[in-house]
Each structure stands twice: as C-alpha cells, then as structure tokens.
C-alpha cells in the first residue's frame, strides 16, 4: 500500500499563490509519475499538471504559464506551485501517483485524500 499526504491548500484571493506538497510513502520501489487533479462542486475530476520520473511534464491549459510543477525524486515528494490564481481555481485538489512496489510488479494508481484550495475574487 502506498500513502499520498497532501499540504498547502487554503484561502487565497485572486491573483495570489499557493504551493501544494504530496509525499507519497509506504511500499514504493518506483513511482513512474506523480501529478495532481482538481475537481470543482459540479464538475468532474480533471487534470491540472503532471510529471514524470524522468522529469517531463504535462500541463492543463488552464494552469499552463501560471504554474510549475516539480518533484524531489529522493523524497517521494511532488509540488504544484501556483500563481496568479484565480476564483476558477478553486476546487479539492488531489495528489496522484502511479507507482510500483517491486522491479516485478505492475504500476498501481493512488490517490490522497485532496485538499481544498479556495480562492476568493
């Protein structure tokens, strides 16, 4: 089992930043990607950025240009910086990550538990 911890969100007005953690532990032998998703009240669950273990990255065109995502690989450890926000932008952000517990085993996908990021206009 892996465990995702999430940290960073909060109340922000508009045009302010914010930088989400999520250390992921637990039996990890690799993690192939990290990423993180955000779902708004109503609305599907959707991708915001993702990066992979070898550093490429993958962003919404929503967030792109106005965040970065980033990982300490040694840590277990991905980061969503964002700036400029916008009250668009508020939602439960989730943390997700696809690792693998052994050189053996198939990728498994898991996910934290989110944290609200709220940001007022």
């Known amino acids: 089992q892996v465990q995702l911890v999430e940290s960073g969100g909060g109340l922000v007005q508009a045009g302010g930043s914010l930088r989400l953690s999520c250390a992921a532990s637990?039996?990890?032998?690799?993690?192939?990607?990290m990423g993180w998703y955000r779902q708004a009240p109503g609305k599907q669950r959707e991708l915001v950025a993702v990066i992979t273990s070898g550093g490429s990255t993958n962003y919404a065109d929503s967030v792109k240009g106005r965040s970065t995502i980033s990982r300490d690989n040694a840590k277990n450890t991905v980061y969503l910086q964002m700036n400029s926000l916008k009250p668009e932008d508020t939602a439960v952000y989730y943390c997700?990550?696809?690792?693998?517990?052994?050189?053996?085993?198939?990728?498994?996908?898991?996910w934290g538990q989110g944290t609200l990021v709220t940001v007022s206009s």
């Open positions: 997700n990550a696809v690792t693998r517990s052994s050189l053996y085993t198939g990728a498994l996908n898991y």
């Open positions: 637990g039996s990890i032998f690799s993690i192939d990607a």
